[in-house]
């Protein structure tokens, strides 16, 4: 079945460790995103991407970096320069206009 | 800009009572709109989407919205709730080229037995 694989589904970091969240979706869709979400925050946009090798910052990218090399991936890296990374992250992808996003099933990321 | 707002943060319902759930929107054209669901732990699942044409749309999980141009709401709908509704639901703007969505802060919605 086609859809957005996250992983790990939870993960822990030291201060000042950089970690990696991994992205993949095999639904062939060319839009792709990466939400931030806190308690009580909502979804805030971290960074998207329209197009391979082309990506954009949202509305928090601060301390965070992303790449997008291949259609079917968008890791997403939390810097040591974000200061408070403890949250959950949701990727999600978009076939074209109209159609929604389709979200993974998240990673919760703990700082230790 | 686009904008969504939903003025509840919390709603609780009994078993079996119908559910609305509000959702404003901010958008200078005719824009695409989404209900999302998401239980605890989860990513977000489309229940229902609109665009044009017949103003009330069905979904899954037999939810219904309802577009009120005149009033930028998009109204989620239930009849008749179970407990496994309980979740948080979260409602959704998307700009005319429908690859931008702007999400609203989302309503947590608790079922009383």
């Known amino acids: 079945d086609g859809g957005i694989t996250q992983s790990p589904k939870y993960l822990f970091r030291k201060e000042g460790q950089n970690v990696t969240l991994s992205c993949e979706q095999n639904l062939n869709h060319d839009a792709m995103y990466w939400y931030r979400q806190d308690p009580g925050q909502g979804l805030r946009l971290i960074y998207y991407s329209q197009i391979v090798n082309d990506f954009q910052k949202g509305d928090i990218a601060e301390g965070y970096s992303v790449s997008r090399e291949k259609k079917e991936s968008f890791p997403l890296t939390v810097t040591s320069a974000q200061k408070n990374p403890t949250a959950f992250y949701l990727c999600?992808?978009?076939?074209?206009?109209?159609?929604?996003?389709?979200f993974g099933s998240g990673t919760r990321l703990t700082v230790v | 800009a686009q904008s969504v707002t939903q003025p509840d943060i919390h709603i609780t319902v009994s078993e079996g009572a119908s559910l609305e759930l509000r959702c404003n929107y901010s958008?200078?054209?005719?824009?695409?709109l989404f209900w999302y669901v998401q239980s605890p732990g989860q990513g977000l699942q489309l229940l229902l989407k609109y665009f044009s044409g017949d103003t009330l749309v069905q979904g899954i999980k037999g939810f219904e919205a309802e577009f009120k141009r005149s009033q930028s709401s998009f109204n989620l709908r239930k009849p008749s709730v179970h407990w496994s509704d309980a979740a948080e639901y979260f409602c959704a703007v998307g700009n005319n080229a429908g690859n931008m969505l702007t999400f609203g802060g989302g309503t947590r919605l608790m079922v009383k037995p």
């Open positions: 958008y200078g054209a005719t824009p695409y």
């Open positions: 999600a992808s978009n076939p074209d206009r109209g159609a929604g996003y389709t």
